[in-house]
């Protein structure tokens, strides 16, 4: 019993040192870019503008977040954005609404709170960015890549 009990110690501090490892190993990011669709789960801040009360750029939300209330409807950083740092990207990947420039080769967040596949969906709350409207944001910004790289 004694043995048993010292093998699972064992694995689980292998595991919690793995894991330790894991969220501070820094590196290459290991794709070029990342462009994510959703809805809030994943929105960080293209509801701001908006005519919808699917709106979360105020306190309390936010305030674990280090830039403070952005759109997102957590309190702090969203899955995607655990994903993107995972990934190795520096910086959040911007919502669609504040995109310019440059930002967008690293990618795009086209995620919209309320949103659903369907376009009716959500529409009680206000507008939204549906799935269909997301897919043609997402080409808009694929033609403006394809130019910035030339072709």
């Given at each position: 019993?004694?043995?048993?009990?010292?093998?699972?110690?064992?694995?689980?501090?292998?595991?919690?040192?793995?894991?330790c490892m894991q969220q501070y190993v820094h590196g290459?990011?290991?794709?070029?870019?990342?462009?994510?669709?959703?809805?809030?789960?994943?929105?960080?801040g293209n509801n701001n503008n908006l005519q919808t009360?699917?709106?979360?750029?105020?306190?309390?939300?936010?305030?674990?977040?280090?830039?403070?209330?952005?759109?997102?409807?957590?309190?702090?950083?969203?899955?995607?954005?655990?994903?993107?740092?995972?990934?190795?990207?520096?910086?959040?990947?911007?919502?669609?609404?504040?995109?310019?420039?440059?930002?967008?080769?690293?990618?795009?967040?086209?995620a919209s709170g309320s949103a659903g596949i369907r376009?009716?969906?959500?529409?009680?709350?206000?507008?939204?960015?549906?799935?269909?409207?997301?897919?043609?944001?997402?080409?808009?910004?694929?033609?403006?890549?394809?130019?910035?790289?030339?072709?």
């Amino acid at each position: 019993m004694a043995a048993k009990n010292k093998l699972s110690l064992f694995v689980s501090l292998i595991c919690l040192a793995l894991n330790c490892m894991q969220q501070y190993v820094h590196g290459e990011s290991q794709v070029p870019c990342l462009f994510i669709f959703g809805d809030s789960l994943s929105d960080d801040g293209n509801n701001n503008n908006l005519q919808t009360t699917a709106k979360t750029n105020y306190i309390p939300y936010g305030v674990d977040f280090p830039l403070g209330p952005t759109g997102r409807f957590t309190n702090g950083r969203t899955s995607i954005d655990l994903i993107a740092q995972h990934l190795g990207f520096e910086d959040f990947i911007p919502p669609f609404a504040n995109t310019s420039g440059s930002d967008i080769l690293k990618g795009v967040n086209y995620a919209s709170g309320s949103a659903g596949i369907r376009p009716d969906s959500g529409t009680l709350m206000g507008a939204n960015v549906n799935l269909g409207v997301q897919m043609q944001n997402h080409i808009a910004i694929y033609s403006t890549i394809g130019m910035k790289l030339g072709g």
